[in-house]
Each structure stands twice: as C-alpha cells, then as structure tokens.
C-alpha cells in the first residue's frame, strides 16, 4: 500500500485532526498568522506603486531630490517589511510546525524572499547611488545670475 501526500492549502486544514494538542495550537495560530499578512501585503503594494511612480519620474527627465528619496524609501521600508513578514512567518510557523509534521520552506517561500526582498534593497542601493540630475527647465536654470543683474545699470 504506497503513501501519498496531498497538499492544500493552510486554511483549508482541519486543526483538529492533528494528533497532539500542541500541534492543534500551532496549526491554529498558522492560520491565524496567514490571515494577518493581509496588511503587510497591501503596505508593500502601495509602496511597490510609490517605487514605480518615482523611478519613472526620474527615467522621464523629471528628476529631483524628492523622486530620489521616495525612491529609496519605498525600496528599503518595503524590503524590511516584507522581509520580516516572511522571517516571523517561516520562524512561526515552517519551523515550529516542523517539530510536530512533515514542513519545510520550500521553494516558493525562498524565492519570495530573495526575489521580493532582495530586489527591493536592490533597487534601493542603486537609486541612491544615483545623482539627482537636473533636467531641463528646472529652478536651477532660473535662478539669478550677477551678470543678468548688471546689463543696464551702466
């Protein structure tokens, strides 16, 4: 008679029918934790919007000090979010679960955190190695010159 193993989603799971009654608790309090990263979620999307918006500002010539640092903000709240989202995750429950039935990372849960992570830091480091450039028709452009103020005064 050949074992099988079927995987389903963690919300679907029936907690109860865990044999042991910390196994219970940690199943529940997964579920619970799964439910939670509704609000992380959403905070990396809005800042994932925030990103494009202001890497797009300076790619079209409409550079300035304010895109740079809402840049790099973005990147690197973002990446620490979502990091941390992903590391109380797999500590609380893929690694706690792990002592009580058949858990592991996987791949998906690796490639989320180097892909969605790292990049974002990524991203980060490289936008503030970036110079703000002025483009043209800026304030600097405009700005009084000592010759501009001399032409008719003699």
Known sequence: DESTHE????????????????????????????????????????????????????????????????????????????STVLVAYWQGCVRDASSHIEASMGLGLALMGIGASMLKFICGLLHLGLPVEAFEGSIEEYGSDSDDDDNGKE
């Open 7 to 82: 995987c389903f989603r963690l919300q679907d799971a029936d907690c109860i029918l865990l044999p042991k009654t910390d196994a219970h608790q940690h199943c529940k309090t997964c579920q619970d934790a799964a439910k939670d990263m509704v609000v992380p979620i959403v905070l990396c999307t809005i800042t994932y919007f925030l990103y494009a918006r202001n890497t797009w500002l300076r790619y079209t010539g409409q550079d300035s000090t304010k895109a740079k640092v809402m840049s790099c903000f973005s990147c690197f709240f973002a990446g620490v979010n979502f």
